[in-house]
């Protein structure tokens, strides 16, 4: 799934649309990708209708699907005027350029333009794919002339709306609508996208990073639940908004080395990989050259960016097309096809980790806004991705049983007390993890969090975080809820567990200033494994036989990051589920694997680096050099700044790997049959070990094209057209 995005204007003559194909093909694009961004409707209709005409009908007879993507927050102001518009509390409109402005998604009349606007591309024009562009709020508190500011009294008709930005239960009540009214918004526009006959819909959801892009800038708080707008049944995928140009800019708040680093995109995009396939901006320059504070993006840090998010097993890329920037995508000609040719093939992620994540912990006042909360995310994520290099999800808590059906494959959820759950969502968490035996839950905090629940604002003890979780891990809290030290006091964790493999080590140091005052519950499977030197317990385990739960009383912080990655290593253990197949590694190797079998490996080093995969039993694809590897170890240097990718292979499957699709959904291979189902291509190709001798598409027997490589054959159905197919093969 490999985008090429442009706009009416850089494509409006036929010789400009064929150089826009020609360069699709040479970098190994496979979606046609234009645009709307806040256009004067009378040029949509007029003037640029033929433009936008001709690049459908262009797409399709080339056999690309033919996507519009549709700004659905910025107005232009022609149509739809001023009194939808989004407005600050004191009534001041959030302008864009001269004329346009942010819109407001309380308002019926902007969200009937989008629909009238789809209506056109997909039934006029001819897209058969359509996308909707950054759901978020410019402001904070809506002032009086906003839409949303009737629509909080109509829902809320007891509450006064707050007036300055404290932490109350009305100031959280008009966050929580926010998120509400966004969310219906977006479900909205899907939903009558799919009934006027989009094939796919997408949408581009905000930064999960905090950011200082086109968000309130006293809170950073956009009340874009990506998660959640992801779960909505209609989206069929995802194009993150995050691009190499904003990194580089300085638009990012994680408050640390990796704010400006091209490497933050391997956190951001993984972020979004909740079920649904992700399209990954790869900017190839910036498409704001204009303002200073967007400088050309240097090659070697785009090459950088380009290799983490590969590194994420998205499903595709999608960069920037004007007709002007060819040199500079030859300059990392090295890199992007590669990524391109990698990630079509590329399922569902297979990591077994997991964080709750709830967007109630980013809608506080000061002094809990979403940048001083973050960091109690942030000090996991990232020991966990860059420096255990461990890929871990991020789920939604609004939407957790969607989420967890469509991750079948998860072992471990991870919880901090900040991101709270509701008494509902922990039960959809308890009902999981008793489903299938082995299943683990790993919660963390040092006692004091927030409530989901906006009738109660400010810090809260954690029982009131996860309502009835802890007891569930066989734990109380007591009163005070946190047992505060000394200043200056660090906590030296005492082993008090029998197990041989008991992780962290005896004696370990933390500096902390506080931990969780809790209890183990009498006569529950629950252990004290750690305490502090008063013998408070810091550290428990409930071992039920078939479910586990370890609850650490150290909260999240830097310094508590490497326990944190120390007992998810012993949880793993414990339930032997299969460790990083990616081991021995250096700091600058990232990978991240399918549960069809491959694993993206991208080196981010300016020099080569050593790494070994290891799995057993099996053979490896290489999918680049198209070879056999018979060892299930693979010990070997990965060259700078490179991207190398195999599949795992069961010794006795005929079905190697699946070339050229626009994406493959699933594969199920054995020793006499495989089948695939994907979203075939213009030059999709299966690579066999064995010529089979039958295959079926889509319930029909299919001629096929064979030709003999080295050690392999390659399968071309003869009926195969661009679209969604079952293929099945017979040996």
């Keep these: ?35 709307y961004y806040a256009l004067p409707y009378s040029d949509v209709t007029g003037s640029l209708a033929d433009a936008y005409r001709n690049f459908a009908l262009k797409a399709r007879t080339c056999g690309f699907p033919a996507c519009i993507q549709i700004q659905a927050t910025i107005c232009r102001g022609d149509v739809v005027g001023i009194s939808e518009a989004q407005y600050h509390h004191d009534n001041r409109l959030e ?35 359509i996308v909707f562009q950054e759901p978020m709020y410019k402001v904070d508190i809506p002032g009086s002339l906003d839409r949303f500011h009737r629509l909080f009294l109509r829902t809320h008709p007891d509450e006064e709306y707050p007036g300055t930005r404290e932490e109350t239960s009305a100031y959280l009540k008009l966050q929580q609508l926010k998120a509400e009214t966004l969310y219906n918004f977006f479900a909205d526009l899907v939903k009558h996208a799919k009934s006027v006959g989009a094939e796919s819909v997408g949408l581009m959801p905000w930064f999960f990073t905090p950011t200082i892009e086109n968000t309130p800038a006293e809170t950073l708080y956009t009340a874009c639940d990506n998660g959640r707008l992801a779960a909505i049944p209609e989206v069929d995928f995802l194009v993150p908004r995050i691009r190499p140009d904003n990194v580089y800019a300085n638009d990012l708040r994680t408050g640390d080395e990796l704010q400006k680093s091209p490497l933050i995109h391997y956190s951001e995009v993984i972020s979004h990989c909740v079920g649904k396939p992700v399209i990954a901006l790869a900017n190839p320059r910036s498409e704001q050259q204009w303002r200073p504070r ?65 967007l109630s912990a980013c809608r506080h006042a000061e002094p809990y806004t979403w940048p001083n909360i973050w960091p109690f995310y942030w000090n996991i994520a990232k020991q966990v991705l860059f420096h255990e290099k461990w890929p871990m999800l991020t789920l939604s808590a609004d939407v957790l049983d969607e989420h967890l059906k469509m991750n079948p494959q998860l072992r471990m959820l991870i919880f901090e007390e900040h991101f709270a759950l509701t008494a509902e969502q922990v ?28 009738n109660k604002p400010g810090i809260r003890p954690i029982k009131e975080t996860f309502p009835g979780l802890l007891e569930h891990i ?75 739960g370890y609850f650490l009383g150290l909260g999240s912080s830097p310094a508590s990051a490497p326990v944190i ?28 694997g399918s549960m069809d079998g491959y694993v993206v490996v991208a080196n981010t080093c300016d020099a080569p680096v050593p790494a070994t995969i290891h799995r057993e039993p099996c053979l490896y694809w290489d999918i680049i050099k198209k070879q056999v590897i018979k060892s299930p170890k693979l010990c070997m240097d990965f060259p700078s700044n490179s991207i190398r990718a195999f599949r795992w292979v069961p010794k006795t499957a005929k079905l190697y790997d699946v070339e050229d699709a626009i994406h493959v959904q699933c594969i199920s291979a054995g020793a006499g049959k495989a089948e695939v189902n994907l979203m075939a291509g213009c030059a999709t190709a299966f690579i066999v070990r064995n010529i089979p001798r039958e295959v079926i598409m889509d319930d029909e027997t299919s001629e096929i094209t064979v030709e003999e490589c080295t050690d392999f054959y390659r ?17």
Excluded at 431 to 451: D, E, N, Q, T
Excluded at 500 to 527: E, K
Excluded at 565 to 592: C, G
Aim: with cysteine.
């Design 1 to 35: 799934m490999n985008a090429l995005i442009t706009g009416p204007h850089e494509v409006a003559d036929a010789k400009a649309l064929q150089h826009y194909i020609d360069d699709m093909q040479r970098w190994g694009n496979d979606i046609a990708y234009n645009t």
């Design 95 to 129: 302008r864009w350029g001269d004329c346009g402005f942010f819109a407001s998604f309380a308002s019926t009349q902007w969200k009937d333009y989008l629909q009238n606007l789809t209506n056109l591309f997909i039934r006029e024009y001819g897209y058969n794919w």
């Design 294 to 358: 967007y400088p050309r993006i240097p090659a070697d840090y785009l090459r950088k960016s380009i290799l983490a998010t590969t590194a994420t097993a998205a499903n595709g890329t999608a960069a920037y097309w004007n007709g002007h920037n060819n040199d500079h995508n030859g300059q990392l000609q090295d890199v992007l096809p590669v990524a391109n040719y990698v990630l079509t093939r590329i399922g569902h992620q297979r990591t077994p980790l997991a964080f709750v994540f709830s």
């Design 427 to 454: 039960e959809t968490v308890v009902k999981w993890w008793h489903a299938v035996p082995g299943r683990v839950l790993l919660v963390i905090g040092s006692g004091l969090g927030f409530s989901a629940d906006p």
């Design 474 to 548: 066989g734990i109380s809290q007591d009163i005070p809820p946190r047992i505060d030290l000394k200043p200056g006091a660090k906590i030296t964790l005492t082993n008090r567990s029998r197990e041989h493999y008991s992780l962290p080590q005896n004696g370990t140091v933390v500096d902390t200033t506080s931990i969780a005052n809790i209890q183990r519950v009498f006569g529950s499977p629950t252990s004290v494994m750690f305490t502090d030197g008063h013998k408070h317990p810091v550290i428990t385990k409930w071992n039920s036989g078939s479910t586990f």
């Design 565 to 592: 990655t120390q007992l998810i290593r012993l949880a793993l253990r414990t339930i032997k589920t299969t460790l990083p197949p990616v081991i021995n590694a250096d700091h600058n190797i990232f990978w991240n």
């Design 715 to 731: 399968i071309r159905l003869n009926n195969m057209c661009s679209g969604n197919h079952t293929v099945v093969f017979r040996w």
